[in-house]
């Protein structure tokens, strides 16, 4: 049966017949020539799905990763009140112990600490220069917002902080921002800096923003260190 075809007999009132051919029979209404394209098209669409939810997957995984490397990286601060640093000796009178011990107390009843300061530097070359630093040290989730918020409550005390902008931080990290505001002696420049152990304020009278920008981070660089 080489070209024929075999037809099967109808039975009375029964179904059509089928023919029986060389060609595959088809069992559904669907076009064949678009079904093979149909189904390459949906594996098609499931391997991008599953691509993009994979590639979401480890970005986030990398974000966390550097995030949670820099907290372990950053959160064991230490901080110390050397006899001189950056160009500046330690001023141990009365009225600067007095002046320091105020500033310590008021900026650790605005944030929770682990161990605060406060101390007084005098510049040997102008006593109207002095530099007014305090902080402590504390495990800070959001270091930005936090020094943001303590910008703020220093506004409340002092005036406005005006030009508040962010300077380079140094090689610890972190944020670094610096402004100016207004007191009974003129405008002085404010500086802070924040990472994931410590919070640290200054005022720096007599001193543009730029300088007191580079004072402070010097001044970062010799009091900061890390376990």
Known sequence: MSDAHLTERPAADGPEPIDLTDEPIQLSNRDPESAPERRG????????????????????????????????????????????????????????????????????????????????????????????????????????????????????????????REVPAGRFGGVMKCGTTSGDGGDFAVCGWADHGSVVMAILPGRAVEDAGRLFRSIREEIQTRG
């Open 41 to 164: 098209t949906w594996s098609r669409r499931r391997r991008v799905a599953w691509a993009v939810a994979a590639v979401v997957g480890l970005a986030g995984a990398a974000v966390l990763g550097t995030a949670g490397m820099r907290i372990a990286q950053q959160k064991d601060a230490d901080l110390a009140t050397p006899d001189r640093v950056a160009g500046l000796v330690r001023d141990d009178s009365d009225r600067a112990r007095s002046t320091s011990d105020y500033l310590r107390s008021g900026f650790a009843a605005d944030i929770d600490l682990d161990s605060s300061f406060g101390t007084v530097y005098r510049d040997p070359a102008d006593e109207k220069r002095s530099v007014l630093v305090f902080g402590g040290t504390t495990l800070l989730w959001q270091p930005e917002r936090d020094l943001d918020s303590l910008f703020k409550l220093l506004t409340d005390e002092t005036g406005k902080v005006t030009g508040l």
